[in-house]
């Protein structure tokens, strides 16, 4: 797909969590809220950022963009502001701007230049944060936000944990398949710069130089 | 720019890194022994010493050890797994300075801040020690931070071998050898050291996550209290994490043996596709077993505990049997002329299979209600880790300090020696254990004194035989980076 279309996708995508009858749906309840609701919004923005992306190679971008843009999330999630961006127009505007411009497209845009070492190292961190959130949902004995049940807590802290569980287990299947040599493949063609394999190294193919030459600038 | 970097970063293989980890792993093993000995001592009645200060001897000696023993292990692994897959050092150099960050976090917190809970830091002790004003709340947080810290350091590590391994495989489950093994498959049959590097990939990444979010909750619970989890979930985590990451080391350590032996005796070591299902039948199997540290915990499923004790049992074999098998068979009529480097190899042979035996006692059931938390398991351990694990990365030390060169140079002397002290050394926890002598007390009975002394006594000389070891390493340093 080409790039300006991937952005019109992304767009498409935001737009779709802010259709007032889906946004009332979603904000129901908190579950959905949190586990549709903000990853359609940041989504949107990360697959445009990811579109731009392409072709403007830097490398030496991805980890900023990454921890910016979970910086983001992470203080969307703040029970706090779920409450605020429920009670006050304003700060739902806010937060969607935000959550488009400042998660989304960092996170698309940094995924898009990391290589498979911080790609993982992304993942696996997420996957610990997940769980790490989800048990505080299952056990705090207090509701955290004014706008849901206790039982909706509850319901979020299990889906974290199964969402935890599903990124652990989605990255360990690649990697035994070998998915990231595909993706340092494309990369490489994309690219077309022909590296050459080290000397004394049968083994070492042009991927893995490609693979190391997509993290350095 | 990048690929000068890169190609060079092939050549030395990160060779200036691997010295450092050694050197570091060396020194701070050494402390370690000394504290170890100084708590035989104070056991023994031979010194007297505080019992809070026994406490935080036996934490910062249980994490410090398992800590290095990782270091260690990784430089060995990492020097072979280099010469099969393109890695790029960068990667040891930002796990060394999170090491290093972490040490100084653990052991400020433990000496200054009195934090003492075991390195197993078993949940809730660490908010409970805090409260009843054993040691600061800040030092709790503190010393798991840096455990934090020092699991990023690996998780980089770990993750940069599996690049490396599916860059240059096409996958980890090629890296395993499935395709060889299930699809009958003859290109590119990973060598024996990329099987057991992909193998340290999986399970350590994952006891790594595991461990992250359980040292997180155990930070929270510290700092706010009301935030109160399961205590059975979190054992089970910690021994998850515990556990899987203690056996990789030795996982990660027997690579020496796969690559010295064919060395030494000129005769390859060939991956079959016994050798194969071996260590796939213990990639699963490492990580299912941990519930045998749990066998006391009468609210586990039954189901859950049946597993610890059956696998527990087959666990290590299928690896310890494709080593052992395949050592043999290289070694049979090889006419090897032994040295130190051989002989420690072989010691690290023995000890792990032999470690492995009081391991499998303890996972029965019937036998763990009597020896839980008794001497025998620090028997146990201390056998396949003191006789197996190290002198798999003392032989690896004396090997790079002879500029990797071969040819029998005697000094078999030192190893037997080593042996001979260690074994009485490890003989004394486990008599300990076998008359009921719990572990991790300060202080011991009378009764119980006599098999205290003769270990403070042996651990002297295990101490001595390190020292001769590390110190011959460390004095040749400068000549194994000149000679690079
Ligand atoms: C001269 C060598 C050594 C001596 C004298 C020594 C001594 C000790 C002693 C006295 C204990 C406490 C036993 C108890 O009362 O429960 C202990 C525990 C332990 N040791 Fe060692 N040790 C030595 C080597 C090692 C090595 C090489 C390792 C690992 C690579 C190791 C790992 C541990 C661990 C993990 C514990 C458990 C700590 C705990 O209970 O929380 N030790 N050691
Ligand atoms: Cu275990």
């Known amino acids: 797909m080409r790039a300006d279309r991937k952005a019109w996708l992304g767009a498409g995508i935001v737009a779709l969590g802010l259709l007032p009858p889906v946004a009332d749906l979603l904000q129901a309840r908190l579950p959905t809220h949190v586990l549709v609701l903000l990853p359609l919004l940041a989504g949107g923005g990360a697959v445009a950022g990811a579109a731009l992306a392409r072709g403007r190679p830097a490398g030496w971008t991805a980890a900023p963009s990454l921890l910016a843009g979970a910086a983001t999330l992470g203080f969307w999630l703040i029970p706090r502001w779920i409450d605020a961006a429920l009670a006050a127009p304003a700060v739902a505007a806010v937060r969607t701007a935000s959550l488009v411009f400042l998660a989304g497209l960092p996170l698309g845009w940094g995924w898009a230049q990391a290589g498979p070492v911080l790609r993982l190292f992304v993942l696996a961190n997420a996957a610990a944060m997940l769980a790490v959130m989800g048990w505080i949902e299952l056990v705090v004995p207090a509701r955290l936000c004014n706008s849901y049940l206790l039982a909706d807590q509850r319901n979020l802290g299990l889906g974290l944990l199964v969402l935890a569980g599903v990124v652990v287990a989605g990255a360990a299947l690649r990697a035994l398949a070998g998915g990231d040599q595909a993706d340092a493949t494309e990369r490489a063609t994309r690219r077309a710069s022909p590296r050459m394999a080290s000397p004394q190294e049968p083994s070492a193919t042009n991927t893995i130089t490609a693979g190391i030459g997509s993290r350095k600038p | ?484």
């Open chain 2, 1 to 484: 720019m990048a690929d000068a970097r890169t190609s060079a970063g092939i050549a030395d293989r990160g060779r200036t890194w691997i010295v450092l980890y050694l050197a570091t792993a060396g020194v701070v093993i050494l402390l370690m022994m000394v504290f170890g000995l100084v708590m035989r001592l104070a056991q023994s009645e031979w010194i007297a010493l505080d019992p809070a200060f026994y406490y935080q001897l036996l934490t910062v000696h249980g994490i410090g050890m398992v800590g290095i023993a990782a270091l260690g292990g990784v430089a060995v692994l990492w020097h072979y797994l280099s010469a099969h897959v393109a890695l790029r050092p960068a990667a040891l150099a930002i796990n060394l300075v999170l090491f290093m960050l972490g040490v100084a976090m653990i052991l400020w917190a433990v000496f200054i801040g009195g934090f003492a809970p075991a390195w197993t830091f078993l949940y809730p002790l660490p908010a409970v020690g805090s409260s009843n004003g054993q040691w600061q709340a800040w030092s709790a947080v503190l010393d798991l931070t840096g455990v934090l810290l020092i699991g990023v350091g690996f998780l980089i590590l770990c993750l940069e071998m599996g690049r490396g391994i599916v860059a240059a495989y096409g996958g980890l489950g090629r890296g395993l050898g499935w395709h060889v093994l299930f699809a009958g498959s003859k290109e590119k049959v990973p060598p024996p050291t990329v099987v057991a590097g992909t193998m340290v990939v999986i399970v350590t990444t994952l006891a790594l996550i595991a461990g992250a979010t359980i040292v997180a909750m155990t930070i929270l619970n510290v700092l706010f209290p009301a935030l109160a989890i399961d205590p059975l979930i979190a054992k089970n985590m910690i021994y998850f994490f515990g556990h899987t990451f203690i056996n990789a080391t030795i996982y990660m350590a027997v690579v020496v043996v796969y690559e010295l032996l064919p060395r030494i005796t000129g005769r390859p070591w060939k991956t079959s596709k016994v050798f194969l299902a071996g260590w796939t039948l213990s990639t699963t199997m490492v990580l299912v077993i941990y519930p045998h540290h749990l066998l006391m915990d009468f609210a586990m499923p039954g189901w859950a505990l049946a597993i610890g004790q059956v696998l527990s049992y087959v666990n290590s074999l299928p690896v310890l049997v494709v080593t052992g098998l395949g050592a043999l068979a290289i070694l049979h009529r090889s006419g090897i002329s032994w040295d130190v480097v051989s002989t420690l190899l072989l010691i690290a042979m023995f000890g792990w299979m032999a470690g492995v035996i009081p391991a499998v006692v303890d996972a029965t059931i019937s036998v763990n209600y009597v020896m839980h938390n008794t001497m025998w398991v620090p028997g146990h351990f201390h056998f396949y880790l003191l006789l197996g694990l190290l002198p798999m990365i003392f032989a690896f030390m004396l090997h790079l300090a002879r500029g990797e060169d071969v040819a029998a140079h005697g000094g078999d002397l030192s190893a037997l020696l080593y042996l001979g002290f260690g074994l009485g050394f490890v003989a004394m926890f486990l008599l300990g254990g076998w008359a009921s002598v719990p572990r991790r007390w300060a202080v011991h009975l009378p009764e119980w004194l006599v098999w205290d002394r003769i270990a403070a006594v042996m651990a002297v000389g295990v101490v001595v035989l390190a020292t001769v070891f590390v110190v011959t390493f460390l004095l040749r340093i400068p000549r194994i980076l000149r000679h690079g």
